[in-house]
Structures are given as structure tokens and as C-alpha cells.
């Protein structure tokens, strides 16, 4: 299996049917292959090789859809950039996955000069925006333009098909090696649970393209054909325009999105009855939240899906059928049709249905290692099983509950913000004598980033200033949005934090149900 097959095979049967929308452009099947085929060419003609990487740097377009499919075409190597992260956490990502070839839009050029700075492995920018290439790259159009096509080298198989990189515990990204097997069954896979994708249908892209959970929902549709509809970024009034002017069938969104989508005035009056399929994940969705939403899209059928970027993603579904069940709301979902999913203690021994343990996963799904790190990929795939570092149980059925996160990752608003990574930020602060970060609970983002920040003796740092501090050495959506000071934090003997302690204050004994 190759990630171009999808577009060989409805080039064949449906070559008018629109491949993408995006604003007011349209472009056939037949379009997209054309297009695909020379942007293809261009990359070899610059140089790009076997298994190089090609970046991208972008929101969401019709391009990013094109660019998806260009590089494997020329036997390239897929590396999305994460579009939230600082200059300085993108320099790292391009220059530590040796990327030396970059497509930038508008939005980004103005990061070009830090980027070239900070990564001298990249070589050539590529200018995919509306106006006029920036000095030193080269436009896009004038290169598909240029170029004639060339044969699709169907790179796939176990072949690597990118490399996505994720917050690490150790302060750096780290970069998930995935093969066009991983995508391809992991898609397939949550597709043959039939409440994935409606058939021939469209898809709405509205979640960043560079996730792979919206990377997941691209192979889908492109693997059984249909149509990608795009948008830009998220906002309620663009989301809903959208689904109302084309007839959106599926959508995939965090349950952030979801509340902003269901609560805004600016959508109440939007028709969303062509919707038939709703899938969300990064977070549970509250109750509250579940059945405001199920009144106002009552055609959409709603799908939970948990996993993470190593198992490309998705490990575990919620079903339609199973949101209607009280018990189960609270759960992840049973193993998706491609995965295998068990709990293991500290030793890697099954535990008993109703024991929490460590979530592991296996399957054809499963990352082939981090890139340039051996020692973490021997620990995380040890015995042939992805560790997931969640911690949770399986009930008699096979349902799955996430009860904790071993890694101490907190999810806001859908995006994973680990605690070490913010920890190292703040610990910079001259004025910080030692701090924690921790998830507590929060109404709209599901969890918020909170520190607890001990000062040393002679500064007094406003809260305000120890975020601003954060933002400039991390994304800003990584800052805590909440700070504490207190006088001494809560130790073990051994001398390490406890931050059960910490968050026992917020969370109470209520379970942290994190996704």
C-alpha cells in the first residue's frame, strides 16, 4: 500500500468528482494528479532524492493537499511542521530531521530569516502563498508550471512516509518515523469501523492539516474517495459557513472546537443537517457539552477516537451506538478494527480487566521508532508492544478507560503541552527558585496549564511576567494560563515533586478522564 494509491484509483473512476474546495477554487481528481505529477518533478529537479525530507510550513489549503501527495510521488519523505510551535522549536524540527526543502505561505514567511539562522540544513524554500515569492524562494505555481511530470515512484510498503514530531518529556520534539503501512491502517482500519466516512463524501478540514489526527482523516478520504473541503484554520462562523455552503458530511474536531462551534451566535442560524459523521478525540466530551451538541446536529452521528502520533494515530473508537450509553461515555472506546490494545503493569505482565496499568498497543499501525533516538524507541516498542504512557484499564467488554497520564501530559483544548517542557521554560526565570506544572480542570479547553511557582527571595514576578517569560522560548499556547506562588512545593522522601498532591486540589476524587 502507498499513499498515492487513493489518487490512482479515483483519477480512474471519478476523475471529475471536485478533489478539493478551498474558498472559491475547486480542483477535479484528474486536477489534483496533473498537478501532483509536475510538483513531483519540480522536487527532483531541485535536487530532492530518494527519502529526503520536504517540509511544510503552512494552514490549511488545497496545497497542503497537493503537497501530501507530490512528495511521495518523488520518493520523498513527508515533514510537517507544527504551525503553533516558536521559530526556535521549528528551526529544531527542520534541522534535526535534515529537511532541507521548505514550503512556506504568507503566514510564515516573516519566520524565514530566524529559520535559516537556526537551520542551515535548509536549502530551498518554496513560496506557496497568493502574492509574490519572498527573495530567495521560489514560487510554486512557476514550478509546477515549468515542470513536466513524472512517474509515480508508489513509494510505500514499510517505506518511511514522514516524520512528525511531537513534545518530547525530555524538553526537545521528537520525531515520529511513520511508514505508508502505519497511515495507511490506521486510516483504513478506523474507516472499516463504517462510521468513519460516509462513502463519496466530503470532508471537512478544519482542524490543522500538519496533526495527524486531521492527517488521519485525509488518508481516509483520499484511500475511498469523496471530496476535501478546507478551510484555512478553525473558527465557528468559517466552520459552519463551510459545512452549510457544501454540503459537509464528516468533519473531524476537538471537543474545544465542538463547544465553540455549537455555542457561538454567529452559527445558530446555519443549516449543519448534511452532516452525518462527528469525530473528536485529544479530549473527552462532557456531558453538558455532549448533549448541546447532539441537539444541535442531530444528522451527525458522533465517534470518539484515542490513540496518539506513533500509532498513526488511532488506537481505540468510541461508536456512535456506544455514546448513547451512559457507563461508556467516560470511556475511550473499544480497540479500532486494525489495533490490539492491552494493560500491563511495571513489568509488562496483563493485568486483570478493572486493573490499572499502562495502555500498550500493537499492530501494523505501530511507528517504526523515533527518529535518530534508539534507546527510546527500544523503550517504547519493547516486546513488540507501543507503551503508550497513559494509564487506564479495560472492563470485561474490552472498553477502554484512560485514567491518568503517566507522562504528565496535559491536553488544552486539544493540544499536548507536557509538563517538563514548560517546567524548563519557566526554570530559566531568574526569579524562579523551583516550580510544578500541572492539568487542572477548565470549562472550556478541558484542561489548562497551571503552574505552581516557588520565588526566590528578592524578586516578586507578576504572573503575567513569568508567561511572557514561557512564550519566548516555547509556542505561546504552551504558557500556563493560570499561576500559583506558594512558599515550598509538596516533596517525596526520595525528594522528587508530588504532583498528585498538587492536583489533588483541583481534581479532587473525581477521575482525571484525560484522552
Same mark, same amino acid.
Given at each position: 500500500?502507498?499513499?498515492?494509491?487513493?489518487?490512482?484509483?479515483?483519477?480512474?473512476?471519478?476523475?471529475?468528482?471536485?478533489?478539493?474546495?478551498?474558498?472559491?477554487?475547486?480542483?477535479?481528481?484528474?486536477?489534483?494528479?496533473?498537478?501532483?505529477?509536475?510538483?513531483?518533478?519540480?522536487?527532483?529537479?531541485?535536487?530532492?532524492?530518494?527519502?529526503?525530507?520536504?517540509?511544510?510550513?503552512?494552514?490549511?489549503?488545497?496545497?497542503?493537499?497537493?503537497?501530501?501527495?507530490?512528495?511521495?510521488?518523488?520518493?520523498?519523505?513527508?515533514?510537517?511542521?507544527?504551525?503553533?510551535?516558536?521559530?526556535?522549536?521549528?528551526?529544531?524540527?527542520?534541522?534535526?530531521?535534515?529537511?532541507?526543502?521548505?514550503?512556506?505561505?504568507?503566514?510564515?514567511?516573516?519566520?524565514?530569516?530566524?529559520?535559516?539562522?537556526?537551520?542551515?540544513?535548509?536549502?530551498?524554500?518554496?513560496?506557496?502563498?497568493?502574492?509574490?515569492?519572498?527573495?530567495?524562494?521560489?514560487?510554486?505555481?512557476?514550478?509546477?508550471?515549468?515542470?513536466?511530470?513524472?512517474?509515480?515512484?508508489?513509494?510505500?510498503?514499510?517505506?518511511?512516509?514522514?516524520?512528525?514530531?511531537?513534545?518530547?518529556?525530555?524538553?526537545?520534539?521528537?520525531?515520529?518515523?511513520?511508514?505508508?503501512?502505519?497511515?495507511?491502517?490506521?486510516?483504513?482500519?478506523?474507516?472499516?469501523?463504517?462510521?468513519?466516512?460516509?462513502?463519496?463524501?466530503?470532508?471537512?478540514?478544519?482542524?490543522?492539516?500538519?496533526?495527524?489526527?486531521?492527517?488521519?482523516?485525509?488518508?481516509?478520504?483520499?484511500?475511498?474517495?469523496?471530496?476535501?473541503?478546507?478551510?484555512?484554520?478553525?473558527?465557528?462562523?468559517?466552520?459552519?459557513?463551510?459545512?452549510?455552503?457544501?454540503?459537509?458530511?464528516?468533519?473531524?474536531?476537538?471537543?474545544?472546537?465542538?463547544?465553540?462551534?455549537?455555542?457561538?451566535?454567529?452559527?445558530?442560524?446555519?443549516?449543519?443537517?448534511?452532516?452525518?459523521?462527528?469525530?473528536?478525540?485529544?479530549?473527552?466530551?462532557?456531558?453538558?457539552?455532549?448533549?448541546?451538541?447532539?441537539?444541535?446536529?442531530?444528522?451527525?452521528?458522533?465517534?470518539?477516537?484515542?490513540?496518539?502520533?506513533?500509532?498513526?494515530?488511532?488506537?481505540?473508537?468510541?461508536?456512535?451506538?456506544?455514546?448513547?450509553?451512559?457507563?461508556?461515555?467516560?470511556?475511550?472506546?473499544?480497540?479500532?478494527?486494525?489495533?490490539? *490494545?492491552?494493560? !500491563?503493569? %511495571? /513489568? =509488562?505482565?496483563?493485568?486483570?480487566?478493572?486493573? @490499572?496499568?499502562?495502555?500498550?498497543?500493537?499492530? $501494523?499501525?505501530?511507528?517504526?521508532?523515533?527518529?535518530?533516538?534508539?534507546?527510546?524507541?527500544?523503550?517504547?516498542?519493547?516486546?513488540?508492544?507501543?507503551?503508550?504512557?497513559?494509564?487506564?484499564?479495560?472492563?470485561?467488554?474490552?472498553?477502554?478507560?484512560?485514567?491518568?497520564?503517566?507522562?504528565?501530559?496535559?491536553?488544552?483544548?486539544?493540544?499536548?503541552?507536557?509538563?517538563?517542557?514548560?517546567?524548563?521554560?519557566?526554570?530559566?526565570?531568574?526569579?524562579?527558585?523551583?516550580?510544578? *506544572?500541572?492539568? !487542572?480542570? %477548565? /470549562? =472550556?479547553?478541558?484542561?489548562?496549564?497551571?503552574? @505552581?511557582?516557588?520565588?526566590?527571595?528578592?524578586? $516578586?514576578?507578576?504572573?503575567?511576567?513569568?508567561?511572557?517569560?514561557?512564550?519566548?522560548?516555547?509556542?505561546?499556547?504552551?504558557?500556563?494560563?493560570?499561576?500559583?506562588?506558594?512558599?515550598?512545593?509538596?516533596?517525596?522522601?526520595?525528594?522528587?515533586?508530588?504532583?498528585?498532591?498538587?492536583?489533588?486540589?483541583?481534581?479532587?476524587?473525581?477521575?482525571?478522564?484525560?484522552?
Amino acid at each position: 500500500m502507498y499513499l498515492t494509491q487513493g489518487l490512482h484509483r479515483t483519477v480512474q473512476q471519478t476523475p471529475d468528482l471536485p478533489a478539493t474546495i478551498f474558498g472559491d477554487r475547486t480542483r477535479t481528481w484528474a486536477d489534483s494528479a496533473r498537478r501532483v505529477a509536475r510538483f513531483a518533478g519540480a522536487l527532483r529537479a531541485l535536487g530532492v532524492g530518494s527519502g529526503d525530507r520536504v517540509g511544510i510550513l503552512a494552514n490549511n489549503s488545497d496545497i497542503y493537499h497537493e503537497y501530501m501527495l507530490a512528495v511521495p510521488w518523488a520518493d520523498a519523505v513527508l515533514t510537517p511542521a507544527n504551525t503553533r510551535w516558536s521559530a526556535a522549536e521549528i528551526a529544531f524540527s527542520l534541522q534535526d530531521s535534515d529537511t532541507r526543502v521548505l514550503l512556506v505561505d504568507d503566514a510564515f514567511v516573516p519566520m524565514l530569516p530566524r529559520l535559516h539562522a537556526e537551520a542551515p540544513v535548509l536549502r530551498t524554500v518554496i513560496y506557496i502563498g497568493d502574492g509574490s515569492a519572498p527573495d530567495g524562494a521560489l514560487d510554486l505555481e512557476e514550478l509546477i508550471a515549468g515542470h513536466d511530470p513524472i512517474p509515480d515512484a508508489r513509494r510505500g510498503g514499510d517505506s518511511l512516509a514522514g516524520v512528525y514530531y511531537t513534545g518530547g518529556t525530555t524538553g526537545k520534539p521528537k520525531g515520529v518515523m511513520l511508514s505508508h503501512l502505519n497511515l495507511l491502517t490506521s486510516a483504513l482500519g478506523a474507516t472499516a469501523s463504517g462510521t468513519f466516512m460516509v462513502p463519496g463524501g466530503r470532508l471537512l478540514h478544519a482542524a490543522p492539516m500538519f496533526h495527524l489526527a486531521d492527517g488521519a482523516a485525509w488518508v481516509a478520504r483520499t484511500s475511498v474517495g469523496g471530496t476535501h473541503v478546507i478551510v484555512p484554520g478553525f473558527t465557528p462562523a468559517g466552520v459552519a459557513d463551510a459545512i452549510e455552503r457544501h454540503r459537509v458530511t464528516d468533519v473531524l474536531l476537538v471537543p474545544t472546537m465542538v463547544q465553540m462551534l455549537v455555542d457561538s451566535p454567529d452559527t445558530a442560524d446555519s443549516d449543519l443537517s448534511s452532516l452525518c459523521n462527528l469525530i473528536y478525540g485529544a479530549s473527552p466530551i462532557s456531558e453538558a457539552l455532549l448533549e448541546r451538541a447532539g441537539k444541535r446536529m442531530p444528522t451527525a452521528a458522533f465517534t470518539q477516537a484515542y490513540g496518539m502520533t506513533e500509532l498513526s494515530p488511532v488506537a481505540t473508537l468510541l461508536s456512535p451506538g456506544d455514546h448513547g450509553v451512559a457507563g461508556l461515555r467516560r470511556s475511550a472506546g473499544r480497540a479500532a478494527p486494525h489495533a490490539e *490494545v492491552r494493560i !500491563v503493569d %511495571d /513489568e =509488562d505482565r496483563e493485568v486483570p480487566n478493572g486493573t @490499572v496499568g499502562e495502555i500498550v498497543c500493537r499492530g $501494523s499501525h505501530v511507528m517504526l521508532g523515533y527518529w535518530n533516538r534508539p534507546e527510546e524507541t527500544e523503550a517504547a516498542l519493547r516486546g513488540g508492544w507501543m507503551h503508550t504512557g497513559d494509564g487506564g484499564y479495560l472492563d470485561d467488554d474490552g472498553y477502554l478507560f484512560v485514567v491518568d497520564r503517566i507522562k504528565d501530559m496535559i491536553v488544552s483544548g486539544g493540544e499536548n503541552v507536557y509538563s517538563v517542557e514548560v517546567e524548563n521554560a519557566l526554570g530559566k526565570h531568574p526569579s524562579v527558585a523551583s516550580c510544578a *506544572v500541572i492539568g !487542572v480542570p %477548565d /470549562e =472550556d479547553w478541558g484542561e489548562r496549564v497551571h503552574a @505552581v511557582v516557588v520565588l526566590t527571595g528578592d524578586t $516578586s514576578p507578576t504572573a503575567e511576567d513569568l508567561r511572557a517569560h514561557v512564550k519566548e522560548h516555547i509556542a505561546g499556547y504552551k504558557a500556563p494560563r493560570t499561576v500559583e506562588f506558594v512558599d515550598s512545593l509538596p516533596l517525596s522522601g526520595a525528594g522528587k515533586i508530588l504532583k498528585r498532591d498538587l492536583r489533588a486540589r483541583y481534581w479532587g476524587e473525581g477521575a482525571r478522564n484525560v484522552h
